[in-house]
């Protein structure tokens, strides 16, 4: 992982929202909130909340009673989830760096965190912030992508951006989609202190009305987009004409439908 790959800077949060969301993470933001027990008047930390899509979705399944803290290390996702999402009852959305986080012990009922652990330069310390914030048999829940293999749209907009760059292509589609062995997750979570583990492989078919709307997101909707102005080989628009076609060709158009497998852990404190 590259600095770049933690900048979700500019227009990124918009484009992230407007094109990722619907195509990614609207379908595992609400399986994983419905996946949350946390009783009337508790609360819930969601760790890496982005934009506050799966905020939204934790919202929705929680009593109104319960409190989400929902923070992200990166101050412009925060800022673009407190503006789009600021009606959202009970909720605070706050800057936060998870492998540091500016909570006392035992104070939340329940930890989520939608895709996010990938990002986690120093994983087992995140795992061992959400367990010291966690009161005892308190729920750590979250989501990781399945491999390329399992989510191809991906591989395609990875493979197809890099066809511009003889040498150092753009990386970061690969980091989402590169965290996915269970076994040794499953270890770094017995070592963080939890127990009581469950794994469950969630699948689903994701529809959107365009593959040019795809493909936006795919180039401009992450940190990738900053990797590619940065080498400066090919202009944006050109690299998100060629991700168009190749999804067009792979997974049709109007609509667009491609596969999607996430991974999701449960455990106790």
């Given at each position: 992982?590259?600095?770049?790959?933690?900048?979700?800077?500019?227009?990124?949060?918009?484009?992230?929202?407007?094109?990722?969301?619907?195509?990614?993470?609207?379908?595992?933001?609400?399986?994983?909130?419905?996946?949350?027990?946390?009783?009337?008047?508790?609360?819930?930390?969601?760790?890496?909340?982005?934009?506050g899509?799966?905020?939204?979705?934790?919202?929705?399944?929680?009593?109104?009673n319960?409190?989400?803290l929902?923070?992200?290390?990166?101050?412009?996702?925060?800022?673009?989830?407190?503006?789009?999402?600021?009606?959202?009852?009970?909720?605070?959305?706050?800057q936060?760096?998870?492998?540091?986080?500016?909570?006392?012990d035992?104070?939340?009922?329940?930890?989520?965190?939608?895709?996010?652990?990938?990002?986690?330069?120093?994983?087992l310390?995140?795992?061992?912030?959400?367990?010291r914030?966690?009161?005892?048999?308190?729920?750590?829940?979250?989501?990781?992508?399945?491999?390329?293999?399992?989510?191809?749209?991906?591989?395609?907009?990875?493979?197809?951006?890099?066809?511009?760059?003889?040498?150092?292509?753009?990386?970061?589609?690969?980091?989402?989609?590169?965290?996915?062995?269970?076994?040794?997750?499953?270890?770094?979570?017995h070592?963080?202190?939890?127990?009581?583990?469950?794994?469950?492989?969630?699948?689903?078919?994701?529809?959107?009305?365009?593959?040019?709307?795809v493909?936006?997101?795919?180039?401009?909707?992450?940190p990738?987009v900053?990797?590619?102005?940065?080498?400066?080989?090919?202009?944006?628009?050109q690299?998100?004409?060629?991700?168009?076609?190749?999804?067009?060709?792979?997974?049709?158009?109007?609509?667009m439908?491609?596969?999607?497998?996430?991974?999701?852990?449960?455990?106790?404190?």
């Amino acid at each position: 992982m590259t600095t770049c790959h933690t900048q979700f800077i500019g227009s990124i949060p918009e484009k992230y929202d407007e094109h990722l969301g619907p195509l990614f993470f609207h379908f595992f933001a609400e399986d994983l909130a419905n996946r949350v027990a946390v009783s009337p008047g508790g609360r819930v930390l969601e760790l890496a909340c982005g934009t506050g899509i799966s905020t939204e979705f934790l919202r929705r399944a929680l009593p109104d009673n319960v409190e989400i803290l929902a923070t992200d290390l990166n101050e412009p996702m925060v800022d673009f989830a407190r503006a789009k999402r600021r009606g959202l009852k009970n909720v605070v959305f706050e800057q936060a760096d998870a492998l540091q986080l500016p909570c006392a012990d035992a104070q939340f009922d329940a930890a989520v965190c939608q895709f996010g652990l990938m990002f986690f330069p120093d994983k087992l310390a995140g795992l061992r912030e959400a367990a010291r914030i966690l009161k005892p048999g308190g729920q750590l829940l979250f989501n990781v992508w399945d491999s390329f293999a399992w989510n191809p749209i991906a591989r395609v907009a990875f493979e197809t951006i890099a066809r511009f760059f003889a040498e150092d292509p753009p990386t970061f589609l690969k980091l989402p989609f590169g965290y996915h062995e269970i076994d040794p997750i499953k270890a770094l979570l017995h070592e963080a202190g939890f127990a009581d583990l469950q794994v469950n492989i969630v699948r689903t078919v994701s529809e959107r009305p365009s593959a040019g709307h795809v493909a936006e997101g795919l180039v401009a909707g992450n940190p990738g987009v900053l990797e590619i102005q940065e080498r400066g080989t090919a202009p944006l628009e050109q690299v998100i004409d060629a991700v168009t076609q190749a999804v067009v060709e792979e997974f049709g158009d109007k609509p667009m439908r491609t596969p999607l497998q996430a991974i999701v852990f449960s455990a106790r404190r």
